[in-house]
């Protein structure tokens, strides 16, 4: 085991998890160019003149978070529906990440409570949690705020959210992320933070943005867990 994620997860009281990369790839059977392309038609047939870069984007997210820049809170609703409703489709053919629900039950065994705080919507989440019958475990979940791009992760705000639902102080409670939005909010957020760098290029990234322990695989984090004493 990881003595510094052993010793890190001994040292906290509760665990946060993003969604999409540390549970599952929401978007695996149903892929993020594809709703992406499908939020700019969305567009298009509001009458947005549509950047030509916007077109090719492929993360869905960034299509969400420019849309703000139009101004049109109707525009930005209609997004941010369509959105919703395609995370929620996503969750059909979503693609478990090993180990990811070792980790919740893990961590639940061992005493702590289980957060979700992800730029997904919490409908798409609570949706996924159901229906891996993970539901029960993990509260809360806080997703992305309707319409307000701006409150989305690397914003400490969800994070806030959740740390303040669960009862804790946030230097007893560690997220784990796959992103260098989740690093950057956990900091500011004042919680620890395991990045977990389930591409290459993550790791040397998620060390030199602060995070405490960086993990290859959600494996050693559940294995961890097993080891820790009850709470």
Known sequence: MNADLGRLLGDVDALLLDFDGPLCSIFAGYPAPKVAAELVDVLRRLGVDVPPDLVSEPDPLEVLRRTAAT?????????????????????????????????????????????????????????????????????PVVGRAYAEPARMKPNPEPIVQAVRALGKTPNRCVLVGDSLSDIEGARDAAVRVIGYANRPWKAEAFRAAGADVVVTGMGPIAGALIERPVI
């Not at 919703?84 to 180990?99: F, K, L, Q, S």
């Not at 061992?110 to 229906?131: C, K």
């Open 71 to 139: 101004g049109d809170q109707g525009v930005m609703r209609a997004i941010e529906d369509a959105l919703c409703a395609a995370e929620r489709r996503a969750v059909d053919t979503a693609e478990p990440t090993p180990y990811g629900r070792e980790v919740i039950v893990g961590a639940r065994q061992a005493g702590m409570p289980v957060a979700v705080v992800s730029n997904n919507s919490a409908s798409a989440v609570s949706a996924y949690l159901a229906a891996h019958r993970l539901a029960a475990y993990v509260s």
